[in-house]
């Protein structure tokens, strides 16, 4: 007898297919700078998404909100090349430029932006009427 492995099939669901369409693909990114990392999460009550950016300052990073247009800039000055020239170099510098179209579902007026620790995060709370709720069921 023969076994054959067989793969689950992974069904996503409707929800995950369009919210993921919403971040995987910028609407503009500049193409000759780098771009920070990104991670989206949403939760119950809104959008989570985390960009890697060490070493920035609060004065080089723009964050701003445009019909349902996220666009987050940022300027990364070069350090001083060192003297001797480098063997190997991986990290960017220069500027960036970074905009996600967001889910009707946003709440323009309540959106956060943290800088710490070498990670901006940004918090977008949903519209109420957007949140899940309970439908209680009257028996008649």
Same mark, same amino acid.
């Given at each position: 007898m023969t076994l $054959?492995?067989?793969?689950? &099939?992974?069904? &996503?669901?409707?929800? !995950? /297919?369009? +919210?993921?369409?919403? +971040?995987?693909? &910028?609407?503009?990114?500049?193409?000759?700078?780098?771009? &920070?990392?990104? !991670?989206?999460?949403?939760? /119950?009550?809104?959008?989570? $998404?985390?960009?890697?950016?060490?070493?920035? =300052?609060?004065?080089? $990073?723009?964050?701003?909100?445009?019909? =349902?247009?996220?666009? $987050? =800039?940022?300027?990364?000055?070069?350090?001083?090349v060192r003297k001797g020239g480098y063997l190997y170099r991986e990290i960017a510098f220069g500027t960036f430029e970074r905009s996600l179209y967001l889910p009707e579902n946003v709440d323009a007026e309540k959106v956060n932006a943290n800088y710490s620790e070498g990670i901006l995060n940004i918090s977008i709370s949903k519209m109420k009427e957007a949140l899940p709720r309970e439908i209680d069921v009257k028996v008649k």
């Open positions: $054959i492995k067989v793969a689950k &099939p992974r069904l &996503p669901s409707l929800v !995950d /297919d369009m +919210f993921r369409s919403y +971040f995987d693909e &910028p609407v503009h990114s500049t193409k000759d700078t780098w771009r &920070p990392a990104m !991670d989206a999460f949403e939760t /119950d009550t809104g959008y989570e $998404i985390s960009f890697s950016m060490p070493g920035f =300052k609060k004065e080089q $990073i723009h964050v701003s909100l445009n019909n =349902k247009t996220l666009t $987050i =800039k940022g300027v990364h000055d070069e350090e001083t």
